[in-house]
């Protein structure tokens, strides 16, 4: 029988877990190829382990080269273009041709499309934001840190608010925390607009701990120690912790698959509107959140409809949107909600409070995905 040659654009939550299931159920009848520009993975929840001095940045990261799959090769190389129509994919050192291509490459930042975000403020999205921030957050001994939202959609909605419950733990510990104030600036009009009882959960977090939560805001720019907002109002500011605004990959939006700055995919297969194509993930408007349950969630469907095709049949289990999100809230604890965007009327999400229980629960959670992606303990 042939091989069923698939290529696998990204190799973030999305591509591992497609990757690993499409290994796991089709072996040797697979030909996969895994490209991605980098050659380690880490979790995006990492970057906040990292930028708080909680772990060192070398021991979040995993190599790729731990990955050894039936039917899969790891290639460490960029893409420079995508024809969808011929599923041809080129890249820094030749050219890729796949029977099915699926697009996992996520989300980049457009930093630059916050005025003065660079030059007065930090990021801890990006690894290397992270990274400086671990030597920027020491010096912040007193004045108003504000943590902001820069773009809608953003990845991991829980993340600014747990930015900030981590800010103060951290402050408490250093003996500052009476020095300091706290703001975080939100587009939405609660923390977690699914799960009001884990919005109510959050709000009295930040009103224990004098944490001011400002909704229905994003920050448009900084003017130099200043944060003006989207209504033209200011807020000095000595620390500013942003989220940047969100962008598609450059090789997505040049590939033509894009409409409105994100790919739109068939709910219930996943494929694009290119035969053949699918696209998982924060790179889509599938209409979930951006976050790594998400593409993992979507990684699945995506895996059932290709394994379906390869086997003559139609995959029958349509994409549910439900996913579990974890949520530090400091002290050691974490909490939990378990979301669900497709299968009622609105979105709902079901909050489980804060425990040591669900820290460790928040631990398998990132073992398990090292065990079933690079099989490693
Ligand atoms: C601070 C923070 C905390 C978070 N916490 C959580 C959490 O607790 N739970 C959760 O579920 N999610 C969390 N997330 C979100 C999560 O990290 C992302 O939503 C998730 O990684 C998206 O998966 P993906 O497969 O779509 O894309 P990604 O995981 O981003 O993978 C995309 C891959 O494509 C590669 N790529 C891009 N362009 C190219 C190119 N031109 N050539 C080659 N390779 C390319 C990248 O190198 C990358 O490896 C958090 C994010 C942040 C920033």
Known sequence: ????????????????????????????????????????????????????????PGSVKIPYSSIVKTGVKFRKETIKTIDPVTRTVTTQSGAYEADVLVVALGANYDFNATHGLIEHGNEYYSFDGALKLRDVIPQFKKGHAIIGVCGAPFKCPPAPSEAALMLHDYLVKAGRRNACTISIVMPFGSPIPPSPDSSKALLQAFDERGIRFIPQH????????????????????????????????????????????????????????????????????????????????????????????????????????????????????????????????????????????????????????????????
């Open 1 to 56: 029988m042939k091989k069923l040659p698939v290529v696998v654009l990204g190799a973030g939550f999305g591509g591992l877990e497609l990757t690993s299931i499409l290994s796991d159920t089709m072996g040797n009848d697979l030909d996969l190829t895994l490209v991605d520009q980098n050659d380690t993975f880490f979790f995006g929840f990492s970057k906040l382990d990292v930028m708080f001095g909680h772990k060192e």
């Open 218 to 377: 994003k920050v448009a720019s900084l003017n130099m120690n200043k944060a003006v907002l989207d209504d033209g109002s200011e807020m000095p500011f000595d620390l500013f912790l942003g989220i940047p605004k969100h962008v598609a990959p450059d090789v997505v939006l040049q590939s033509g698959m894009a409409v409105d700055g994100w790919i739109p995919v068939d709910r219930k297969t996943l494929m694009t509107r290119f035969p053949d194509v699918y696209a998982i993930g924060d790179v889509t408007s599938v209409g979930t959140p951006k976050a790594g349950v998400f593409a993992e969630g979507a990684a699945k469907i995506a895996a059932a409809s290709i394994l379906a095709r390869f086997q003559g049949r139609q995959n029958e289990t349509g994409y549910s949107g439900a996913g579990s999100c974890y949520i530090e809230f400091g002290k050691g604890q974490v909490a939990r909600v378990d979301v669900d965007f497709f299968s009622g009327p609105k979105p709902f999400g079901v909050h489980h409070d804060a425990s040591e229980a669900l820290t460790i629960d928040k631990e398998h959670f990132g073992s398990s995905r090292k065990a079933r992606w690079f099989g490693l303990e």
